[in-house]
């Protein structure tokens, strides 16, 4: 069985978790929360060369980076592809797979995570408001306008879910936990993107699955709570 270390709550081990599942490839998830000082196993640094998760193991082979384990699982079970057939959508799903765990990643997400969780649950430290100002008024229109500016009608790269509808909306799910809702009237065709990509049933069972460890790490439940309702 493949081993994803990690934590479901991770922007980019969740989308490795849900392209295993999509997959249907039997998977077990190993806790490893790597902001938690002495959490990581002692041979983490041979499974991990940048120290981050997720981290996949298949037998005796292992692999880093959720954007290289997305493109392995997808060649270990080509179905459903996660990586579309058309040349120009696969181009862009790369791109968004990209932005989504760069920029989208880097400049929203993982900024307004240290000053909500990392620093005041983890290290005790106060968390600096003016910095969550700033991704909130600066960074948020710009990237969430791009991300609602190339949203359609089916998916981000064409008609079938892709491995960017994955990286952006898991984005999204994580800045739910830590209270930061999207606006759904500033950026509606986002919005609506989020909402197919969270009702395909493999999706939403994976939430179900993640529903333990929020209540555990007492982040916020009302997005879980109303999708599973
Ligand atoms: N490019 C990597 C990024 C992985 C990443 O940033 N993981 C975060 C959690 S979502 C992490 O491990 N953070 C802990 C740390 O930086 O120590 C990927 O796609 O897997």
Redesign the pocket.
């Given at each position: 069985m493949l081993k994803i270390y990690?934590?479901p709550i991770?922007?980019?081990?969740?989308?490795?978790i849900l392209a295993a599942r999509l997959k249907r490839l039997p998977f077990e998830v190993v806790p490893v929360?790597?902001?938690i000082p002495g959490n990581p196993p002692p041979d983490w640094g041979s499974l991990?060369p940048?120290?981050?998760?997720?981290v996949l193991q298949d037998g005796d082979f292992t692999l880093?980076?959720?954007?290289?384990?997305c493109a392995y699982l997808d060649r270990k079970q080509p179905l459903p592809p996660l990586y579309p057939a058309d040349i120009r959508h696969h181009g862009h799903a790369l791109w968004l797979e990209q932005y989504a765990?760069?920029t989208v990643?880097?400049d929203v997400?993982?900024p307004l995570?240290h000053e909500t969780f990392v620093q005041p649950k983890i290290k005790g430290i106060a968390t600096d408001a003016s910095r969550i100002d700033g991704v909130l008024t600066r960074v948020v229109p710009e990237v969430f306008g791009y991300l609602d500016s190339v949203s359609g009608e089916r998916f981000l790269a064409g008609d079938a879910l892709s491995v960017a509808d994955l990286a952006v909306a898991s984005n999204l799910i994580?800045m739910q936990y830590i209270g930061f809702t999207l606006e759904r009237v500033r950026f509606p065709k986002l919005a609506a993107l989020f909402d197919r990509v969270i009702r395909v049933p493999e999706v939403t069972a994976a939430l179900q699955a993640e529903q333990p460890v929020v209540q555990q790490m007492a982040l916020r439940s009302e997005f879980l709570n109303g999708v599973l309702a």
């Open positions: 990690g934590v991770s922007v980019h081990t969740r989308k490795v929360v790597p902001v991990s940048t120290g981050k998760i997720p880093a980076d959720s954007a290289a384990i765990g760069g990643f880097r997400v993982h995570f994580t």
